[in-house]
Nanobody, 119 residues
Framework: QVQLVESGGGLVQAGGSLRLSCAAS????????MGWFRQAPGKEREFVAR????????YYADSVKGRFTISRDNAKDTVYLQMNSLKPEETAVYYC????????????WGQGTQVTVSS
């Protein structure tokens, strides 16, 4: 079993920055990737960014490229999402997720952290 705990959400003005953290615990040693998703009120959950754990390769949604950075700290078993130049439309609950395999769905999800961007 794996547990994921997000932190770092909050209220920020448009153009501001936040850094989200996701601490993983449990049977994480064979994970393939970790990712960030977000869900705004009344909208579908959408992919934001992913990092392949062993290789460190990263992938981003087009909407966040150049503004968001995903990174990991192996020693702390933690993944981060640095978010810069935030926009009001990026107000959402941000979720951390972990995938054990190279393909397929994410296997574990955190409880989410609220990010609110004021205009």
């Amino acid at each position: 079993q794996v547990q994921l705990v997000e932190s770092g959400g909050g209220l920020v003005q448009a153009g501001g920055s936040l850094r989200l953290s996701c601490a993983a615990s449990g049977r994480t040693f064979s994970r393939y990737a970790m990712g960030w998703f977000r869900q705004a009120p009344g909208k579908e959950r959408e992919f934001v960014a992913r990092i392949n754990w062993s290789a460190g390769s990263t992938y981003y949604a087009d909407s966040v490229k150049g503004r968001f950075t995903i990174s990991r700290d192996n020693a702390k078993d933690t993944v981060y999402l640095q978010m810069n130049s935030l926009k009001p439309e990026e107000t959402a609950v941000y979720y951390c997720a972990l995938r054990m395999s190279r393909v397929g769905e994410y296997d574990y999800w955190g409880q989410g952290t609220q990010v609110t961007v004021s205009s």
